[in-house]
């Protein structure tokens, strides 16, 4: 059986090329596009993404690519900022609507009692439920964050961190999953997420 393809979606995000290259250390080339109809045929869809919500999702309108985001039936997973844009808002930029694959709002991070923002480095992780994607992740394993803005927890979070409070980290509805921290830049754990998603053990 062939691999899976995987394409990287160009969302015009810094972290791309780090995200292509933590996949070619697991063997798996992946193609960086913002064809519709190579994002389409892909088996296996990643939507990266640093810096505001609305760049991001104004990259996308541009690029004509809400449309076909929304109508992906093979697995979707959202990294850093490709993760917010899957909720139905965020409070950035004044309020930006976003891709609504998943129900809530992204809220800011509020500063203060030591709390400092935006949150940067590693913070442990805390599984709430049992998924494909998560499979050889522990309670307390440590992933790297860079953010401003969150997601909070609801019945969709896979795993939630704290940071002056809890908020969501990994999510999952149906075929789309989301991973607010950074897996290029998270050893072990960010390896394992991405492999998961890779090999297909997040369509079981």
Same mark, same amino acid.
């Given at each position: 059986?062939?691999?899976?393809?995987?394409?990287?979606?160009?969302?015009?995000?810094?972290?791309?090329?780090?995200?292509?290259?933590?996949?070619?250390?697991?063997?798996?080339?992946?193609?960086?596009?913002?064809?519709?109809?190579?994002?389409?045929?892909?088996?296996?869809?990643?939507?990266?993404?640093?810096?505001?919500?609305?760049?991001?999702?104004?990259?996308?309108?541009?690029?004509?690519?809400?449309?076909?985001?929304?109508?992906?039936?093979?697995?979707? &997973? %959202?990294?850093?900022? =490709?993760? +917010?844009?899957?909720? $139905?808002? /965020?409070?950035?930029? *004044?309020?930006?609507?976003?891709?609504?694959?998943?129900?809530?709002?992204?809220?800011?991070?509020?500063?203060?009692?030591?709390?400092?923002?935006?949150?940067?480095?590693?913070?442990?992780?805390?599984?709430?439920?049992?998924?494909?994607?998560?499979?050889?992740?522990?309670?307390?394993?440590?992933?790297?964050?860079?953010?401003?803005?969150?997601?909070?927890?609801?019945?969709?979070?896979?795993?939630?961190?704290?940071?002056?409070?809890?908020?969501?980290?990994?999510?999952? &509805? %149906?075929?789309?999953? =989301?991973? +607010?921290?950074?897996? $290029?830049? /998270?050893?072990?754990? *960010?390896?394992?997420?991405?492999?998961?998603?890779?090999?297909?053990?997040?369509?079981?």
């Amino acid at each position: 059986m062939s691999p899976p393809t995987v394409v990287l979606v160009d969302s015009g995000g810094t972290n791309i090329a780090s995200v292509r290259f933590a996949l070619k250390r697991l063997g798996v080339s992946a193609e960086l596009t913002a064809d519709p109809v190579t994002i389409e045929a892909a088996d296996r869809v990643i939507l990266p993404g640093v810096g505001a919500a609305g760049a991001g999702m104004r990259q996308l309108r541009e690029a004509g690519l809400v449309r076909v985001l929304r109508g992906l039936r093979q697995p979707l &997973l %959202g990294v850093c900022l =490709g993760m +917010q844009l899957l909720f $139905e808002a /965020s409070d950035e930029d *004044g309020g930006v609507q976003c891709l609504g694959l998943l129900p809530g709002r992204v809220q800011p991070i509020t500063p203060g009692h030591g709390v400092r923002v935006p949150h940067m480095g590693w913070n442990t992780l805390t599984l709430s439920s049992p998924d494909p994607l998560i499979r050889g992740l522990g309670d307390g394993d440590r992933a790297y964050f860079v953010h401003s803005y969150a997601a909070p927890v609801d019945d969709h979070t896979l795993a939630s961190t704290h940071h002056g409070r809890d908020y969501a980290a990994v999510v999952r &509805l %149906g075929n789309r999953w =989301g991973c +607010q921290f950074h897996p $290029e830049r /998270s050893a072990g754990v *960010g390896e394992r997420i991405l492999a998961n998603f890779v090999a297909g053990q997040a369509d079981e």
